[in-house]
């Protein structure tokens, strides 16, 4: 299979600890991709079944505290919940944690290529072992987080490859579903008129398609009843001061809310101080983000390596900026791992230091001050100042750190090797940054 091959070679010339470190993770996430819970044994996913039983039952399932997905969404878990009526709940639990491990594989090593590493085992088992706690948090609460992570690495793929049309369409259906894959296809728009274009016009392409499939599904009264209601039910409302919300939003409303309240990890607040916390926490959102993209946009990467790691650094910005962060949205940041761990040798020392001290502060901050670990007593503390979101900054910290170093290493080769020693008909752009 070509997902196990790159495994099995990196296996054999690996050393045993590395072998071992492998192995071990492994099978943890063999066991949470399996792990049922007794209370809610089909995690997220249950209430995706929900919604899917409803456009199969011809209704809506008008829940804030449920349905928060758009409405494509809803049309896309119907299939699924057909099956489960056939077949019962187990085979799906395990189908979708079988996929996900897929998915985990295909954004480590395609995110491993389109960044230029020489992957080794034990690089894929430290990054692995970097961002655990938000794999398993994946993996345990059947999400789709490493669905979505692996169509943004099919999309750059394809960008990468010329394909611009398929790489938007992509990204158009993952907008349809959850709405931040979108933002990848702003560095797409950056590489030139023709290629623009043609990311555009396969966005709304896939845009279009998941519209179209909704509509035809619901019918056209339904769907526009969906959209209502995602749009002035959802949107406005959800993100409450849960200690798993680890957006800007969640962190501010924490601050005004008493310990009782964040046991809901969705909880509608209303009351004084509550409106301006929420303008307080869109406002910083929207400043990082805007930072980063800025910074993006007046110094654009020119070949696929730097766009792909700009795609990252875009989306891992932007997803504290949303209403509701879950920890193990913060899963994007393994690639980022993965290019200072296995990236190093491609870094001057000061920039390979101080991202690796970046890159274990923030691992140590969000992967490691877990309740699995550290009791929930602790957890419960550091959560409540948003461990993880201050652990993921610091790795996009990190990953701003290569980006820069991937783009003064450019430069410098470049007006090191005389015009003339290039051979003839050679790609003129640099192939590192």
């Known amino acids: 299979m070509p997902i196990i091959e790159p495994f099995v070679r990196m296996w054999r010339e690996a050393r045993w600890p590395a072998r071992c470190l492998f192995m071990a993770l492994c099978g943890l996430f063999l066991l949470r991709a ?55 709940d187990r085979p799906i639990r395990y189908l979708w944690g079988a996929a996900q491990l897929c998915a985990l594989a295909v954004f480590t090593l395609g995110f491993g290529r389109l960044l230029g590493l020489s992957l080794s085992l034990g690089a894929v088992a430290v990054g692995w072992l970097f961002t655990w706690r938000y794999i398993v948090g994946d993996l345990n609460n059947q999400n789709t987080t490493l669905f979505l992570l692996a169509l943004v ?31 990848a296809l702003w560095l797409l728009l950056l590489e030139g008129w023709g290629a623009a274009r043609r990311a555009a016009v396969g966005f709304a392409l896939g845009l279009g398609a998941a519209a179209g499939v909704t509509v035809a599904v619901l019918g056209p009264g339904r769907a526009v009843e969906a959209v ?22 969640g962190l501010a409303l924490r601050l005004l809310t008493p310990a009782p309240a964040l046991l809901s990890p969705v909880k509608l607040l209303s009351g004084p101080g509550v409106g301006v916390a929420k303008l ?83 691992t140590l901050i969000g992967a490691f001050l877990d309740v699995d670990i550290v009791g929930r007593p602790v957890w419960r503390a550091v959560a409540f100042y948003g461990n993880a979101l201050w652990g993921a900054l610091l790795v996009l910290a990190a990953g701003m750190l290569v980006r820069e170093a991937w783009r003064a290493g450019a430069r410098g080769e470049a007006s090191a090797e005389p015009p003339e020693k290039a051979p003839a008909g050679a790609a003129t752009e640099p192939n590192v940054a």
């Open 153 to 183: 690495t099919g999309a750059l793929t394809l960008a990468a490859r010329g394909r611009k049309v398929g790489a938007g369409a992509l990204l158009g259906v993952g907008a349809a579903l959850k709405i931040w894959p979108a933002v």
């Open 34 to 88: 399996g792990f049922t819970d007794r209370v809610h044994p089909g995690g997220d996913r249950e209430g995706f079944m929900r919604i899917g039983a409803q456009v199969l039952d011809g209704r809506l399932f008008l829940d804030p505290e449920v349905n928060t997905y758009p409405p494509p969404f809803a049309v896309a878990m119907a299939p699924l919940e057909a099956a489960r009526r056939l077949v019962g």
């Open 228 to 249: 209502r209601f995602w749009l002035l039910e959802v949107g406005p409302k959800v993100g409450g001061p849960g200690l798993l919300n680890q957006s800007w939003r």
């Open 280 to 362: 307080a926490a869109l406002a910083v959102g929207a400043g990082v983000f805007a930072l980063v993209l800025g910074w993006l946009t007046l110094r654009p990467s020119r070949s696929q390596r730097g766009r792909a790691l700009d795609g990252l650094l875009v989306i891992l910005a932007l997803l504290p900026a949303l209403p509701v962060t879950w920890f193990h949205y913060f899963t994007v940041v393994l690639p980022i791992v993965l290019a200072v761990v296995a990236g190093g040798r491609d870094l001057p020392p000061r920039a390979r230091a101080a991202s690796r001290v970046l890159v274990v502060a923030g």
